[in-house]
Antibody, heavy 115, light 107 residues
Framework: EVQLLESGGGLVQPGGSLRLSCAASGFTFSNVDMSWVRQAPGKGLEWLST????????AYADSVRGRFTISRDNSKNTLFLQMSSLRAEDTAVYYCAKTVASDAWGQGTLVTVSS | DIQMTQSPSSLSASVGDRVTITCRAS??????LAWFQQKPGKAPKSLINAASTLQSGVPSKFSGSGSGTDFTLTISSLQPEDFATYYC?????????FGGGTKVEIK
């Protein structure tokens, strides 16, 4: 069974940083592209970033490029999202998702950016 | 960027109704389209990818069709557990983009 478990969310001040993790199991993690998607309160889904399982290359949404960095540790089956220069509008539930087609999702972790 | 437009944004339907949700891409995406169901306070759940391939464990009352720019998600006989918000997503090219969602409510 595919399982994705995010962690690392919390309350952070504007301008601060946070690192999210997503522990994966139930599939061959190293072979699979992985994504981060967020959902602001009461809003729809917003894709943020995808990292290739093949070569580690990454793509980013304009809204986070230069502030967020996606990475992975295939030896630990873990996906990361390093977030910096956080803004109030980054407040959201952050999900990791398996493949570009998002065929499995974690339960999400809430990030609140507020002073 | 490829824009994904879902319609309607909301609908009211009764148990047993057949429901169809439409997703239109601003340019051709072949069959690189996925559908998701999300219930309040829960993570999205994948229903369909490649426009019409049902994910494992998803009941056959859900079906998807289309290619190019026009896609549909159909629920053949709406049940109480199907009241939720549904999203489409294109994965043909970056940035990946989602439709705005369709909230299916009880009439």
């Amino acid at each position: 069974e595919v399982q994705l478990l995010e962690s690392g969310g919390g309350l952070v001040q504007p301008g601060g940083s946070l690192r999210l993790s997503c522990a994966a199991s139930g599939f061959t993690f190293s072979n699979v592209d992985m994504s981060w998607v967020r959902q602001a309160p009461g809003k729809g889904l917003e894709w943020l970033s995808t990292i290739s399982g093949r070569d580690g290359s990454a793509a980013y949404a304009d809204s986070v490029r230069g502030r967020f960095t996606i990475s992975r540790d295939n030896s630990k089956n873990t996906l990361f999202l390093q977030m910096s220069s956080l803004r109030a509008e980054d407040t959201a539930v952050y999900y990791c998702a398996k493949t570009v087609a998002s065929d499995a999702w974690g339960q999400g972790t809430l990030v609140t950016v507020s002073s | 960027d490829i824009q994904m437009t879902q319609s309607p944004s909301s609908l009211s339907a009764s148990v047993g109704d057949r429901v169809t949700i439409t997703c239109r891409a601003s340019q051709g995406i072949s069959k690189s389209l996925a559908w998701f169901q999300q219930k309040p306070g829960k993570a999205p759940k994948s229903l369909i990818n490649a426009a019409s391939t049902l994910q494992s464990g998803v009941p056959s009352k859900f079906s998807g069709s289309g290619s190019g720019t026009d896609f549909t998600l159909t629920i053949s006989s709406l049940q109480p557990e199907d009241f939720a918000t549904y999203y489409c997503q294109q994965y043909k090219s970056y940035p990946l983009t989602f439709g705005g969602g369709t909230k299916v409510e009880i009439k």
